[in-house]
């Protein structure tokens, strides 16, 4: 392609682009719609958690960590950046403290940031704390 040709079409091509109606969504001015196949991001109803670590145990992504607090009080973690979405712990509660909601999980840009606690300080009433777990151990 001769050079003038070719300066033509990158040119027509660049003003065709700049044309172009914004195809990408700013999240951070708006969330995108929850897509029908979003299997769901995991939550907990810390009220009905028992502190047992059942779903501890079964994930197969070690992204829950279950700490047992003074009182009967429970603290759980969850790194969304290990959820596979199984749904596994969700089965296995016996307390039927785990759903799935239609809310996308947290990102951020690191891994600190895609961490979500639930915390219940005594074993009932006490005060209910949902944070992005920056603290968290092990
Ligand atoms: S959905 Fe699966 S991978 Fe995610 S926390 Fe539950 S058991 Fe772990
Ligand atoms: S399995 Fe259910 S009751 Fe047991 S620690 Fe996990 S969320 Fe709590």
């Known amino acids: 392609m001769p050079e003038r040709t070719s300066r033509t079409y990158l040119l027509s091509h660049l003003l065709r682009m700049l044309a172009r109606p914004r195809e990408t969504v700013d999240v ?3 969330l ?3 897509p029908d ?3 769901g991001r995991i939550t907990i109803d810390i009220d009905r958690c028992r502190g047992c670590g059942l779903c501890q145990r079964a994930c197969p992504g070690a992204a829950l ?6 009182d009967k009080g429970v603290r759980v973690s ?3 950046d290990q959820c596979a979405i199984c749904g596994v ?3 296995v509660c ?12 947290p990102s951020g840009a690191d ?15 006490g005060k209910v704390k949902v944070d992005d777990a920056r603290g968290r151990q092990g």
């Not at 960590?65 to 003074?70: A, E, K, N, W």
Request: net charge negative; glycine share 6%.
């Open 78 to 80: 969850m790194r969304h």
């Open 111 to 125: 891994r600190e940031g895609l961490q979500e606690t639930w915390e219940r300080q005594g074993a009932r009433g």
């Open 65 to 70: 960590l279950v700490t047992r607090l003074p």
């Open 37 to 39: 196949c979003y299997q």
């Open 89 to 91: 712990c969700e089965l």
């Open 28 to 30: 951070t001015e708006e």
């Open 94 to 105: 016996p307390a039927d403290a785990i759903n799935r909601c239609a809310a996308i999980a």
């Open 32 to 34: 995108p719609p929850v």
